[in-house]
């Protein structure tokens, strides 16, 4: 769950600092403090060791494709599933220390995938490759104008007729003071998606569940499956 337009990120951490708050996830995943006021964690809290419900479901469901792209794969273990499927996987974090565990961890599960650092918001060297696109709460952690250019710059790093699988932060989750989260719309999603060259054929809401220092936390997201629409 990482990756934005620099070293840092706005992802919703928990902590006492504002919504607004940014994090450097590099520094997160190097055991260090993210961010001012934000003490270091031994383990990011989305770390479960093992692929999100969501991905499961998406390739359960047929929907991952072709060539993919795990955008914002942070420690890997959704490229590693994917992989592990059959699917030929290439994995994009702006985090060079997340990206070494994943390359570990494919490795202990014996699966080639392709890690690299790049910017979500441009995607640098990627043109026409993918097939699918895999954001599994990347997208929550741009700001306004950093997701629009993620958005553009999936569809020029994709084929004709790709999909874009996307889990994401929403905005029906109650304020929390001690887990600040971005909040995402539904306006938002068909906007900045829409406006990207994105025909949405799917949004649904879903609760998410995650046990964090021994309390349970509750959030709800989107799940959102989007068609590349080509230029006229």
């Not at 790093?157 to 929390?176: Q, V, W």
């Amino acid at each position: 769950m990482t990756g934005s337009n620099s070293s840092t990120g706005y992802c919703g951490f928990p902590g006492p600092p504002s919504r607004s708050q940014r994090l450097d996830f590099d520094a997160l995943y190097r055991g260090e403090s993210p961010g001012e006021g934000l003490p270091p964690v031994a383990t990011p809290p989305w770390d479960i060791k093992a692929p999100k419900e969501n991905v499961i479901s998406w390739h359960s469901g047929g929907w991952v494709t072709g060539d993919v792209l795990d955008v914002g794969c942070g420690l890997g273990d959704n490229a590693v599933y994917l992989a592990k499927n059959g699917h030929r996987v290439t994995g994009l974090d702006i985090s060079p220390t997340a990206l070494t565990t994943a390359r570990q961890r494919a490795a202990d599960a014996g699966v080639e995938v392709t890690f690299a650092v790049a910017d979500s918001t441009k995607l640098d060297g990627y043109v026409a490759v993918f097939d699918t696109v895999v954001d599994s709460g990347m997208f929550h952690c741009l700001d306004e104008d950093g997701k629009r250019s993620y958005a553009a710059a999936a569809h020029r790093a994709t084929r004709s007729g790709a999909t874009l699988l996307l889990s994401c932060f929403s905005d029906a989750d109650p304020p929390d003071d001690a887990w600040p989260r971005p909040a995402v719309s539904e306006q938002t999603l068909r906007d900045v998606l829409g406006g990207a060259g994105w025909d949405i054929t799917s949004l649904e809401p879903a609760t998410v569940r995650r046990e964090f220092d021994g309390k349970e936390i509750e959030m709800a997201f989107w799940y959102v499956r989007a068609t590349r629409r080509d230029p006229n």
